[in-house]
């Protein structure tokens, strides 16, 4: 329509100019350029013009975090067994709860045992469900966290804070802060917080509200379960004799295994050479370990015999006084003298770590208190005790 009232205009014009040969010049070039972009412009005025987005979509913004997490070290990696199942599964749905229900979580466990690979298998849980966290040791902790929008921290190593008072000061303030925002903690350790030392009782106190869960030494077949794991992870084949030497070998201790294992690969690439049980030995270089099957034999035929007690019940659940007393003897001697973990003594007798302790310290007190005893135990081990 616009169009042709245009058109219509412009012959109104023409007509009325024709006698004037100039301005008839004039109005030409109007009608043949002026007159299409006036009529282009009109067509855009006309054009609908979207109406603007009043709720744009938001942006993810990125997950903050702070410190250096192994992508590596994730729940799925983490081998479970009876001395940690428990600490795993609490701590798992502790970060995958939305809930607080307990605010913090302290972890108590030896070196080379698991609680750091816990603490970075949280971290990567954190960024998996894009929730910000901070990652660090107990002498770097942060000092103010307010307006990060931090949504759990995890500190590890919490023994270092031991002689150093302003470093435990800025702890208790960073616990009050998390508790009073409700923000998820994990506090990992080798020591329980009433055993720490040079520390001031009431960032004990704090530490020890939190829930406290223990990871246990290694046993036989959680230690076996991380060899073939970490013998994928390098690549290294190794014979079912080897994996299980080597989870004998450093049963107590992950970063044992590691370290093993590190030294088995080297020695394939630079030798050649597959790792046989002969190949392993050489490497070891330490045939305590590769005797401890054989000298539990020993130690117990020859403790039966000194007490009148039959390997067979050694072994069983009697526990008449010659039998338990035998029992315990054997006990004492495998943990304290072949330097075997609770739990490796305990799989010896199939009883838990805690019946090999209760052994130990009764033997232990004999040995101050009874001159017999003392006696007869020096005679079945080539050392004093």
């Given at each position: 329509?616009?169009?042709?009232?245009?058109?219509?205009?412009?012959?109104?014009?023409?007509?009325?100019?024709?006698?004037?040969?100039?301005?008839?010049?004039?109005?030409?070039?109007?009608?043949?350029?002026?007159?299409?972009?006036?009529?282009?412009?009109?067509?855009?005025?006309?054009?609908?013009?979207?109406?603007?987005?009043?709720?744009?979509?938001?942006?993810?913004?990125?997950?903050?975090?702070?410190?250096?997490?192994?992508?590596?070290?994730?729940?799925?990696?983490?081998?479970?067994?009876?001395?940690?199942?428990?600490?795993?599964?609490?701590?798992?749905?502790?970060?995958?709860?939305?809930?607080?229900?307990?605010?913090?979580?302290?972890?108590?466990?030896?070196?080379?045992?698991?609680?750091?690979?816990?603490?970075?298998?949280?971290?990567?849980?954190?960024?998996?469900?894009?929730?910000?966290?901070?990652?660090?040791?107990?002498?770097?902790?942060?000092?103010?966290?307010?307006?990060?929008?931090?949504?759990?921290?995890?500190?590890?190593?919490?023994?270092?804070?031991?002689?150093?008072?302003?470093?435990?000061?800025?702890?208790?303030?960073?616990?009050?802060?998390?508790?009073?925002?409700?923000?998820?903690?994990?506090?990992?350790?080798?020591?329980?917080?009433?055993?720490?030392?040079?520390?001031?009782?009431?960032?004990?106190?704090?530490?020890?509200?939190?829930?406290?869960?223990?990871?246990?030494?290694?046993?036989?077949?959680?230690?076996l379960e991380i060899v073939e794991q970490r013998s994928?992870?390098?690549?290294?084949?190794?014979?079912?004799?080897?994996?299980?030497?080597?989870?004998?070998?450093?049963?107590?201790?992950?970063?044992?295994?590691?370290?093993?294992?590190?030294?088995?690969?080297?020695?394939?690439?630079?030798?050649?050479?597959?790792?046989?049980?002969?190949?392993?030995?050489?490497?070891?270089?330490?045939?305590?370990?590769?005797?401890?099957?054989?000298?539990?034999?020993?130690?117990?035929?020859?403790?039966?015999?000194?007490?009148?007690?039959?390997?067979?019940?050694?072994?069983?659940?009697?526990?008449?006084?010659?039998?338990?007393?035998?029992?315990?003897?054997?006990?004492?001697?495998?943990?304290e003298k072949m330097e075997l973990s609770l739990m490796?003594?305990?799989?010896?007798?199939?009883?838990?770590?805690?019946?090999?302790?209760?052994?130990?310290?009764?033997?232990?007190?004999?040995?101050?208190?009874?001159?017999?005893?003392?006696?007869?135990?020096?005679?079945?081990?080539?050392t004093p005790v």
């Open positions: 329509m616009t169009s042709n009232r245009a058109t219509g205009r412009k012959l109104q014009i023409l007509s009325a100019a024709a006698e004037d040969p100039q301005q008839l010049d004039l109005l030409s070039f109007i009608s043949e350029f002026a007159l299409p972009e006036i009529e282009a412009k009109a067509k855009v005025k006309e054009t609908k013009v979207p109406r603007p987005v009043l709720n744009p979509p938001k942006v993810a913004t990125p997950v903050y975090f702070h410190g250096n997490v192994s992508s590596e070290k994730s729940f799925s990696r983490f081998c479970v067994g009876k001395s940690n199942q428990f600490a795993f599964e609490a701590i798992k749905r502790f970060i995958q709860n939305e809930r607080n229900d307990f605010g913090m979580i302290f972890l108590k466990a030896d070196s080379g045992l698991g609680k750091t690979h816990l603490l970075h298998a949280c971290a990567n849980e954190m960024v998996k469900l894009k929730k910000s966290f901070y990652f660090s040791s107990a002498l770097t902790l942060p000092s103010d966290i307010s307006g990060k929008n931090v949504e759990a921290l995890f500190i590890d190593d919490v023994e270092d804070v031991e002689g150093k008072p302003e470093l435990q000061k800025v702890f208790c303030q960073l616990i009050d802060y998390v508790q009073a925002k409700k923000i998820k903690m994990i506090v990992a350790g080798s020591k329980l917080p009433k055993n720490l030392m040079n520390c001031e009782e009431r960032l004990k106190r704090k530490l020890s509200s939190a829930l406290i869960h223990h990871i246990d030494e290694l046993d036989s077949e959680l230690a994928l992870d390098l690549e290294l084949a190794l014979p079912e004799n080897v994996k299980k030497l080597v989870s004998q070998q450093t049963g107590t201790n992950v970063y044992g295994i590691e370290s093993l294992l590190y030294k088995f690969k080297s020695s394939e690439e630079i030798k050649g050479q597959k790792i046989t049980m002969e190949v392993a030995l050489e490497e070891i270089k330490d045939k305590k370990a590769i005797q401890q099957s054989c000298d539990f034999d020993f130690i117990l035929d020859s403790v039966g015999e000194s007490f009148g007690v039959s390997r067979k019940d050694l072994l069983s659940g009697k526990r008449t006084m010659a039998v338990a007393e035998a029992r315990h003897v054997a006990m004492y001697i495998l943990k490796k003594v305990g799989e010896f007798f199939s009883r838990d770590h805690t019946s090999v302790m209760y052994a130990v310290a009764r033997i232990k007190k004999q040995l101050n208190d009874d001159p017999k005893i003392r006696t007869k135990i020096e005679g079945l081990i080539s």
